[in-house]
């Protein structure tokens, strides 16, 4: 009997000894990688930026804001956005603003826009409505934008999986809702083409119509915006599309 709890006691404190020295590793690799985040964290300095200048607008063209958005893009889809002091770009910002572009998007909250191309405070003005089509409020906001403000680019950003889209080949009938998406279904007019299974089921179609709807809000701004058509003409701006990938973070320009 004695024999039996002297071979008990020494187990015992054998899986006590084995815990404590396990617990022991799990304490050093936990201070081990307290102390690499704290060295990385003190390498993670905010870039000093400022808001973008009205003379620094100026010298901009439409296809160096294009070019920036497309790099801005790219590091968006690397997870290496460019780290910024909030806080002082807030307080820059107060004495005015002279963005590069105008992004009209989607209401969709999975993009980002100024994530999505790498942008800061004052870089872009963003306008969204689901089913990024255009309307005259923001037609007007536009105008503003680049005959007033002075923004060298409009971008319209459809997306992969939109929701209006599918909601307008649904005939989806609700509310306002009815009126936002018939602003949508000359897209669909324009798919007429397609060679498939014209539904929301499709995920081909659906695109097909995105990108069909992307076009036709191009349209729709120069044919509406005699100001912006004629900024165009002159070479003062571009009106472009784009198509985002929500899978990738991938932004297409049409």
Do not use: W
């Given at each position: 009997?004695?024999?039996?709890?002297?071979?008990?006691?020494?187990?015992?404190?054998?899986?006590?000894?084995?815990?404590?020295?396990?617990?022991?590793?799990?304490?050093?690799?936990?201070?081990?990688?307290?102390?690499?985040?704290?060295?990385?964290?003190?390498?993670?300095?905010?870039?000093?930026?400022?808001?973008?200048?009205?003379?620094?607008?100026?010298?901009?063209?439409?296809?160096?804001?294009?070019?920036?958005?497309?790099?801005?893009?790219?590091?968006?889809?690397?997870?290496?956005?460019?780290?910024?002091?909030?806080?002082?770009?807030?307080?820059?910002?107060?004495?005015?603003?002279?963005?590069?572009?105008?992004?009209?998007?989607?209401?969709?909250?999975?993009?980002?826009?100024?994530?999505?191309?790498?942008?800061?405070?004052?870089?872009?003005?963003?306008?969204?409505?689901?089913?990024?089509?255009?309307?005259?409020?923001?037609?007007?906001?536009?105008?503003?934008?680049?005959?007033?403000?002075?923004?060298?680019?409009?971008?319209?950003?459809?997306?992969?999986?939109?929701?209006?889209?599918?909601?307008?080949?649904?005939?989806?009938?609700?509310?306002?809702?009815?009126?936002?998406?018939?602003?949508?279904?000359?897209?669909?007019?324009?798919?007429?083409?397609?060679?498939?299974?014209?539904?929301?089921?499709?995920?081909?179609?659906?695109?097909?119509?995105?990108?069909?709807?992307?076009?036709?809000?191009?349209?729709?701004?120069?044919?509406?915006?005699?100001?912006?058509?004629?900024?165009?003409?002159?070479?003062?701006?571009?009106?472009?599309?784009?198509?985002?990938?929500?899978?990738?973070?991938e932004v297409t320009f049409l």
């Amino acid at each position: 009997m004695n024999k039996t709890l002297y071979t008990i006691a020494i187990l015992f404190f054998f899986l006590m000894s084995c815990d404590r020295k396990k617990t022991k590793e799990v304490e050093e690799r936990q201070e081990l990688h307290e102390n690499v985040m704290i060295e990385t964290a003190s390498k993670l300095i905010p870039l000093k930026e400022k808001v973008l200048t009205a003379e620094q607008q100026k010298a901009l063209t439409p296809d160096l804001v294009i070019k920036s958005l497309k790099e801005g893009n790219k590091r968006y889809m690397n997870n290496d956005l460019t780290l910024r002091d909030h806080s002082a770009l807030v307080r820059d910002a107060t004495e005015g603003q002279y963005p590069k572009a105008v992004v009209l998007s989607c209401l969709d909250s999975r993009i980002p826009v100024e994530d999505v191309f790498d942008k800061g405070i004052g870089d872009l003005f963003v306008g969204r409505v689901a089913g990024n089509f255009v309307n005259e409020d923001l037609l007007g906001s536009m105008e503003f934008g680049c005959k007033v403000s002075g923004a060298k680019l409009i971008l319209v950003l459809g997306h992969e999986s939109c929701g209006a889209i599918k909601s307008a080949i649904d005939n989806v009938e609700l509310g306002n809702i009815t009126a936002m998406l018939s602003k949508i279904k000359p897209a669909i007019e324009k798919s007429k083409d397609f060679t498939g299974d014209k539904t929301s089921k499709n995920d081909e179609f659906v695109e097909y119509v995105a990108k069909n709807n992307v076009l036709e809000t191009i349209e729709n701004i120069k044919k509406n915006s005699p100001i912006l058509k004629e900024m165009e003409d002159k070479g003062e701006i571009k009106i472009i599309g784009a198509y985002y990938d929500l899978h990738s973070g991938e932004v297409t320009f049409l």
